[in-house]
């Protein structure tokens, strides 16, 4: 089975502050992707990457950045957490032209 | 661009009662089309899908048909269970290339009673 795995469940942050959220996934996928889901608005990509050291912007790119220097982990960076980035994160990973597997989520909170 | 349109929950259903979730599309060419579930605490897994014009997708006796001529993708189920509560999202992408990209609908949630 696919595993993803995101490194917390449940975050909670100060505004202001630098935030990492990772992701790694065991099946060798080329594709990585962040999204945040919040009530009302669905699922919307932040950013993906097709490659190591590739990224693309999604839809909402303001505000964070990424990085992937490994196959396998793709990170989220709030280079610096806002009231507005309270969300759910769902990383999800998959391979060229085949259906997405999710992570279980990370709810943050930013104080 | 690419949009999804799915009915607005929450839809509230007794157990054994038929299900339909109704979800459209608006896209270029020929997407594929994709339902997820999200179970309450958990990140989304694929239900089904379709990749062409009138395939059904099916799983866990649920079921979607790919209909072109009306752009939509409605999700069904004969006799729901408690353990069918959830979100169930819409979602459709254009494979091909280095951007499979999914596009979802806002989601419904499913709320089954006993």
């Known amino acids: 089975d696919v595993k993803v795995t995101q490194s917390s469940r449940y975050l909670v942050k100060r505004t202001g502050e630098k935030v990492f959220l990772e992701c790694v996934q065991d099946m060798d996928h080329e594709n990585m992707f962040w999204y945040r889901q919040d009530p009302g608005l669905g699922l919307r990509l932040i950013y993906f990457s097709y490659d190591v050291k590739m990224k693309e912007k999604g839809d909402i790119p303001e505000g964070y950045s990424v990085s992937r220097e490994k196959k396998e982990r793709f990170s989220l960076i709030l280079e610096s957490a806002s009231t507005n980035q309270t969300s759910m994160y769902l990383c999800a990973s998959s391979r060229a032209t085949e259906p997405q597997y999710f992570g279980p989520g990370t709810r943050l909170l930013v104080l | ?114």
């Open chain 2, 1 to 114: 661009g690419d949009s999804v349109t799915q009915m607005e929950g929450p839809v509230t259903l007794s157990e054994e009662a038929f299900l339909t979730i109704n979800c459209t599309y608006t896209a270029t060419g020929y997407p594929s089309l994709f339902w997820y579930v999200q179970y309450p605490g958990e990140g989304l897994q694929l239900l089904l899908k379709a990749t062409k014009a009138d395939d059904k997708g099916s799983n866990k006796g649920f079921e979607a048909t790919y209909r072109k001529e009306t752009t939509s993708f409605h999700l069904e189920k004969g006799s729901v269970q408690v353990s069918d509560s959830a979100v169930y999202f819409c979602a459709l992408s254009h494979s091909g290339g280095s951007n499979y990209k999914l596009t979802f609908g806002k989601g419904t949630l499913l709320t089954v009673n006993p």
